[in-house]
């Protein structure tokens, strides 16, 4: 498996979202070895709170392949996923995900809950973290220490 290799692709569009001034979060959507769907943090720039880096992904991925369902693919997102994000991956069948840094505060692959296990739910799809989890959590540290500094000097 090439995990590294596409957690870097999606590290490249987190960069993309801090620089557009929004939370630095990327994702990308790869099937049989290519990307099909790529995204980064919009919420604020679409004022759409859904527009999270895996939504986006997922939006983009369903285009190319002219459907909502996606099997087979995998899913690279340099943060732990929200239980909105979790839910979308869950409709779109997604096999794997694959995640850089852990979200105490919000994740549900494994840090506050775990809902990609959960029993009751009619679609599992398997989890790696901490892929790369070192550079993702310094790239969201980095922009909120920045964003910090902004504020105290203001």
């Known amino acids: 498996m090439n995990d ?33 769907g790529r995204g980064f943090n919009q919420p604020i720039s679409r004022q759409d709170p859904t527009a999270h880096a895996e939504v986006v992904a997922l939006r983009d991925a369903a285009t190319r392949l002219g459907n909502y ?13 929200c239980m909105m994000c979790a839910g979308a991956m869950m409709h779109a069948r ?19 809950l775990n809902v ?20 993702c959590g310094q790239l969201l540290s980095s922009f909120f220490a920045a964003r910090r500094n902004r504020t105290e000097l203001a």
């Open 4 to 36: 590294e290799l596409w957690m870097i692709e999606a590290l490249a569009l987190a960069r993309e979202a801090g620089a557009a001034g929004e939370v630095p979060v990327g994702a990308v959507v790869v099937l049989d070895g290519q990307i099909i």
């Open 69 to 81: 369902r996606l099997p087979g693919a995998t899913l690279y997102v340099t943060l732990e996923p």
């Open 94 to 112: 997604l096999a794997r995900v694959v995640f850089g840094a852990a979200d105490p505060k919000t994740g549900v692959a494994g840090s506050v």
């Open 116 to 135: 990609f296990t959960e029993a009751r739910l009619n679609h599992h799809a398997a989890i790696t973290g901490g892929v790369r989890a070192e550079e």
